[in-house]
């Protein structure tokens, strides 16, 4: 099946910096779908990105299907942006896989 | 609009008891669902999907078992729970084509077995 891998695992900012997350997958994919879990274990839809960029406020996300990888940015963080972030690409045998996330966490 | 609902959000139960996990679907028909196991904070595993009535796959060989007796409820259950099946249980939909389709989940239910 499809590996997902995701970087970093942990990132520590202050509000205000910006941030890239990235996500790597190991074969090609017929969608990439961003989530924020966020403190109450929510997971809320970020993008729902197969190919492109997309734009939605401070964050934005691109998507290099040839190149599988996707990657997320955050610009001037703020403490709500704190959370787990997760990639899932979907497609291949076992469907929707997903990362083991990225927890980031804005301090003021 | 599609909205999806899971119940209860949190629950306690003891070592032995039976496991009853409901999620239904609204505003939308032949809904793929899913659930997932979330256990030490991190990690989505998948546990079962469907993509149909009375149509179920695992993923995983566990204590645990689903059902899809109508088209958008989803339910997970076990006879006997264990330790280990404390975690945040999440059910998921998306369509109609499985692989094409934004997923999107309910708000999960933490359990606890003591």
């Known amino acids: 099946g499809i590996q997902v891998e995701q970087s970093p695992p942990d990132l520590i900012l202050q509000e205000g910096a910006n941030s890239t997350l990235r996500c790597n997958f190991s074969d090609s994919v017929n969608n990439l779908q961003w989530f924020h879990q966020n403190p109450w274990g929510q997971l809320i839809n970020l993008f729902y990105?197969?190919?492109g960029t997309k734009q939605n406020g401070r964050l934005s996300a691109t998507t290099v299907a040839t190149e599988r990888y996707s990657l997320l940015y955050i610009s001037s963080s703020q403490t709500t942006d704190s959370g787990v972030y997760f990639c899932?690409?979907?497609?291949?045998?076992?469907?929707?896989?997903f990362g083991k996330g990225t927890h980031l966490i804005i301090q003021p | 609009s599609q909205t999806i609902h899971q119940w209860p959000a949190t629950l306690v139960q003891p070592v032995g008891s039976p496991l009853s996990l409901e999620c239904t679907v609204e505003?939308?028909?032949?809904?793929?669902l899913y659930w997932y196991r979330q256990a030490a904070g991190r990690g989505l595993q998948l546990l079962f999907y469907?993509?149909?009535?009375?149509?179920i796959s695992s993923e995983v060989p566990q204590n645990l078992s689903a059902s899809r007796p109508q088209d958008r409820q989803f339910i997970l259950s076990s006879k006997k729970l264990l330790l280990s099946d404390s975690g945040f249980y999440l059910c998921?939909?998306?369509?109609?084509?499985?692989?094409?389709?934004?997923?999107?989940f309910g708000n999960g239910t933490r359990l606890t077995v003591t």
């Open positions: 990105i197969p190919s």
């Open positions: 469907s993509v149909g009535i009375g149509q």
């Open positions: 899932t690409p979907g497609g291949g045998a076992d469907g929707l896989t």
């Open positions: 505003g939308t028909s032949n809904p793929n």
């Open positions: 998921a939909w998306n369509g109609p084509l499985r692989y094409n389709s934004p997923l999107h």
